[in-house]
Every structure is written in structure tokens, then in C-alpha cells.
């Protein structure tokens, strides 16, 4: 379900609007034309994307976001996080945009954008995936953040800052993010080899998910780009941001299946166009 702007913020296209019956946070392109979608990751919120990434894009683009449900200005629910509920959402903003679009996911944003391309393959362009796991069991052992963690208060004084559900709500957004990341994704390599719509799997050489498992994402999906950044870790679109930026917009922009002078893994490919 999707109503029309209810608070305006800031300018006439950072707004919020009612997205599958709660008020959600977005930011709305300002006319038609190539669009990218900016799906940020889980503890985040949008305005970190757009801050990044928001002033390059905006050279060729226009440029949309929303907080998902429990992430910045956008308030939370009693259920629990899900990537199967956030790409419901995802899929409801877009058809309210009315347009196909470019993806662009960071983490829990980038698993996101991997089952959209999965279940609505008509409202997409091209995804660009940036630390992405299609399988919770791709990620390198790390300490939990909890409630208890170090630094726990002082992310409960920045979430606060923007959420609707004030600071008393902060843990509890922090326990179901761990709930969340602890049992999901639980995509196959079978399923991704599904996926239709052309894909960029971007990963930092230090990132949060196994080298050997973004790889194997790359090798499933059938028409995928890989780029490892080298000296880079899971904030590797804020550390290497015009390197990153180079290498998306020239996928984004460029020819399916890129021209290449010796073509090995993709030369079926081109014998068949």
C-alpha cells in the first residue's frame, strides 16, 4: 500500500510516505530518468549513502533511498528483521517510483537487493552488490555487537539522534539485527543462478564476508562483474569512494557483456549475441 507525502523534510524530496502501511523515511528523485536506488545497511540508515555517494551520483543519475523499518528516521515494528520483509519494501518503493531502476546495497542492503533481483527481475535495470552474503554462513567469525558490547552507548545516542522510538529502543533494534544476521540469508548457489538481471558482486579484500564466498556468488550469478578492492574492508564505499564509484557507474553505464579483448568466462556469451 502506498500513499502520498505526509512531513516534509528538508526539501520537496526527502519526505515521508505511507510504504506497505508504515510511515517510512525516503528520499524521492526529483524527476524521471536514470534512477539508483540506495539500499543502506543494517544499523544504518540512508543519509550515510547519501553523504558518500549521493553528490557523485547525482552527475548522471537521480537518486532515491528510504530507511527501512527500525533504521534511521523510520520508526519499528514488534516483528522481527527479515530480509524477505525488507525486500517487500523495497519492491513496494520501487513500483511507487514507477520506473525501473539501478540498485545499489551496501550489507544487509546488498542481500536485500539480491532477492529483489530474484523475485522482480522487471523492476530492475542492474544491482550493484557491496559486501554481500546470500548465506549467513559466509561471513568470517567476528564478535557479536550486543547490548553489552563496547561502544554500545554511544550507538544508542546516534540512533537516537534520528528514530522515532527513541534511545530505549536502540537495543532492541541491536538484538534483532544479531538475530537476523546469525540465521539469514539462506540462498543457494542453485538460486542464484536464477537471477537474470546483470550484477556487480563488490567486496573489500578485508571485508565482512569470505573471499572465497563472494567469489563463488560471482561464479553463480550468470551475468555478474567482480571487484575486489584492494586495501579495503566492509566500509570500503566510504574508504575507497571515487575508485568504487569509477567502477559502478562503468557497470552501471557500460555494455552487457562488457567488451573485453579475450573473453574466456563470458565468451559463450558473446558467440551468442
Known amino acids: 500500500m502506498l500513499r502520498g507525502s505526509l512531513q516534509n523534510q528538508y526539501d520537496a524530496q526527502v519526505t515521508r510516505i505511507v510504504v506497505n502501511d508504515h510511515l517510512t523515511w525516503v528520499k524521492l528523485p526529483k524527476k524521471k530518468g536514470k534512477t539508483v536506488v540506495l539500499l543502506h545497511g543494517g544499523l544504518s540508515q540512508s543519509s550515510s549513502l547519501l553523504q558518500a555517494l549521493g553528490p557523485r551520483l547525482h552527475n548522471r543519475f537521480e537518486v532515491a533511498a528510504f530507511d527501512r ?9 514488534d516483528e522481527p528483521f ?8 523495497t519492491i513496494a518503493f520501487i513500483e511507487l517510483l514507477d520506473r525501473r531502476v ?3 546495497g ?47 552507548a554511544e550507538f544508542a545516542v546516534e540512533f537516537a539522534r ?7 529502543h536502540a537495543a532492541a533494534v541491536v538484538e534483532k539485527s544479531l538475530a537476523l544476521v546469525k540465521t539469514e540469508p539462506t540462498l543457494t548457489l542453485e538460486e542464484l543462478r ?3 538481471t546483470p550484477v556487480l558482486v563488490m567486496t573489500g579484500d578485508d571485508d565482512v564476508a569470505r573471499l572465497d564466498h563472494s567469489v563463488a556468488m560471482y561464479e553463480a550469478l550468470p551475468e555478474a562483474q567482480l571487484a575486489v ?6 566500509g570500503v564505499l566510504k574508504e575507497q569512494t571515487k575508485l568504487c564509484m569509477d567502477i ?13 579483448r579475450s573473453p574466456l568466462r563470458r565468451a559463450k556469451t558473446d558467440e551468442a549475441t
Open 69 to 77: 523499518r527500525g533504521h534511521g528516521k523510520t520508526s519499528d515494528t
Open 82 to 89: 527479515s530480509y524477505d520483509a525488507m525486500a517487500d519494501e
Open 102 to 104: 539501478y540498485l545499489l
Open 106 to 152: 551496501h550489507s544487509d542492503g546488498a542481500n536485500v537487493a539480491l532477492l529483489v533481483a530474484m523475485r522482480r527481475p522487471d523492476l530492475l535495470r542492474r544491482v550493484a552488490l557491496v559486501g554481500a552474503n546470500f548465506h549467513h554462513d559466509g561471513l568470517v567469525p567476528m564478535n557479536d555487537f550486543t547490548p553489552e558490547s563496547e561502544g554500545f
Open 162 to 168: 534520528d528514530s522515532p522510538d527513541g534511545v530505549e
Open 194 to 196: 536464477v537471477i537474470s
Open 229 to 234: 578492492i584492494p586495501g579495503a574492508s566492509h
Open 248 to 260: 559502478i557507474e562503468r557497470f552501471f553505464l557500460g555494455p552487457v557483456p562488457p567488451e573485453t
